[in-house]
Nanobody, 124 residues
Framework: QLHLVESVGGLVQSGGSLRLSCVAPGQSLRHYVVRWFRQAPGKEREGVAF????????YYTDCVKDRITISRDNAKNTVSQQMNTRKPDNTAVYYC?????????????????WGQGTQITVSR
């Protein structure tokens, strides 16, 4: 398992943008698949963006695919998510999760390493 740490979130205005990063201090994220999840108040945790490990593939949930870009920087040992926010219902706790697998993993139960989560609040 990896110890994952998300960058600090915060408040962003609707229509603004924010970049979240996920790192594994002292460990390598190379070849791990990484997925960003989010959990809005009163809702289930849902997957948002996925980055493959060996093939660098990407997958986005339909509702965010035109607003989120996921990227990997192996030199910095990070996987980042660039978000363009549109509306307050993007407010959620965002988590990064990782697993040492070679395929797309859709279910949160497939990931064995999780960050503590970071709060993103989108204002009107």
């Amino acid at each position: 398992q990896l110890h994952l740490v998300e960058s600090v979130g915060g408040l962003v205005q609707s229509g603004g943008s924010l970049r979240l990063s996920c790192v594994a201090p002292g460990q390598s994220l190379r070849h791990y698949v990484v997925r960003w999840f989010r959990q809005a108040p009163g809702k289930e945790r849902e997957g948002v963006a996925f980055k493959g490990g060996f093939d660098n593939s990407e997958y986005y949930t339909d509702c965010v695919k035109d607003r989120i870009t996921i990227s990997r920087d192996n030199a910095k040992n990070t996987v980042s998510q660039q978000m363009n926010t549109r509306k307050p219902d993007n407010t959620a706790v965002y988590y990064c999760a990782a697993a040492f697998k070679g395929v797309f993993l859709s279910d949160k139960g497939d990931y064995d390493s999780w960050g503590q989560g970071t709060q993103i609040t989108v204002s009107r």
